[in-house]
């Protein structure tokens, strides 16, 4: 089946025909890697205190990671926070779509040659369709996952903070070794030996009811799903540990799941053919689903203003 591929997208300031948005094949992203990028995604929201009708989540905070991004690679993005967040409103409505992901994307265009080239940067905004991301039904039945072969970079080697292009050959790395495998998923583990992340996903184990994550040192990527994870289980009184924690605790967690804007909360009912807790998403990861999923349809009141209207 043919990929079905949006009618517009946004390019260097301006909303085009997406068959029209290219990219020279000499651009420094291209050989190297130069790119820093956000996955977002739109909601249809509905219930007291909400928005009503789309609204794009923690859009100000992934547009500011952006930038973050872009700071540590030296990447000049020409243009302001709030700029981007309004081509991203822009982009959802040309397509005329409500519930979306977002993938805005800066990276080194065509300039110089070399690896330090000075180049101008190229700024893009795409909006789809997309559903769950680790594939349908997996939400609620959870998926089979590995600890992959490949562990993750090592400190002060290339930064894990940055969500940047090249960081993303790791994550290339897990996933297909995972698939080949016949797993829904990988795990990687940090050059420490302890557990890091999914290929882009963070974890949480759950252990008598507390939540256990490994720490931002772990070479992963600080994620705002994570954040939300970590703001919503303290706020109904679920303990939260960030620590470091070795591979053999995945088999004898009660609960486990991974995170992301992509993947949303998805379960993770077995580690290397080892069945988590009884096999199946337990009350924990249930009980955020909910509080998740419920700021988009009222049950989870949006103290935090973690909505941002995709109107107005």
Not at 111 to 121: C, I, K, Q
Not at 180 to 199: V, W
Not at 240 to 248: M, N
Not at 270 to 298: E, I
Request: proline fraction near 5%; hydrophobic fraction near 40%; aromatic fraction near 10%.
């Amino acid at each position: 089946m043919s990929q079905q591929y949006p009618e517009q997208i946004w390019q260097n300031g301006r909303i085009k025909p997406w068959a029209d948005a290219t990219v020279h094949v000499m651009s420094h992203a291209l050989h190297y890697g130069s790119s820093v990028f956000e996955g977002i995604r739109s909601y249809e929201t509905s219930g007291a205190g909400k928005p009503d009708g789309a609204a794009i989540f923690r859009l100000t905070d992934h547009i500011k990671r952006l930038f973050a991004s872009a700071k540590i690679y030296d990447i000049v993005i020409p243009y302001t926070v709030d700029e981007l967040s309004a081509a991203c409103r822009d982009v959802i409505k040309a397509n005329g779509l409500r519930k979306a992901y977002l993938r805005p994307i800066a990276f080194r265009g065509l300039g110089g040659f070399g690896l330090s080239a000075e180049t101008p940067t190229d700024v893009a905004i795409a909006a789809w369709q997309m559903g769950p991301y680790l594939g349908a039904g997996v939400l609620e039945a959870g998926i089979d996952a590995c600890v992959s072969s490949w562990q993750r970079f090592a400190p002060n080697t290339i930064p894990a903070g940055a969500k940047a292009g090249g960081n993303y050959l790791s994550g290339q790395l897990v996933a297909r070794e995972a698939r080949r495998l016949g797993f829904g998923e990988g795990i990687a583990l940090a050059s420490t030996g302890l557990l890091s992340e999914g290929a882009g996903e963070n974890l949480f184990l759950v252990f008598e009811g507390a939540l256990h994550t490994p720490p931002v040192s772990a070479a992963l990527l600080n994620g705002i799903t994570r954040n939300t994870i970590i703001t919503l289980a303290r706020t109904v009184g679920i303990d939260v540990i960030e620590r470091d924690i070795p591979r053999e605790y995945l088999y004898l967690c009660d609960e486990l799941f991974m995170c992301g804007t992509a993947a949303e909360i998805t379960p993770i009912r077995s580690v290397d053919g080892k069945p988590v807790g009884v096999g199946k998403p337990g009350p924990v990861t249930n009980r955020l689903q909910d509080l998740f999923f419920g700021l988009f349809n009222g049950r989870t009141e949006d103290r935090w203003g973690w909505l941002e209207p995709v109107e107005g």
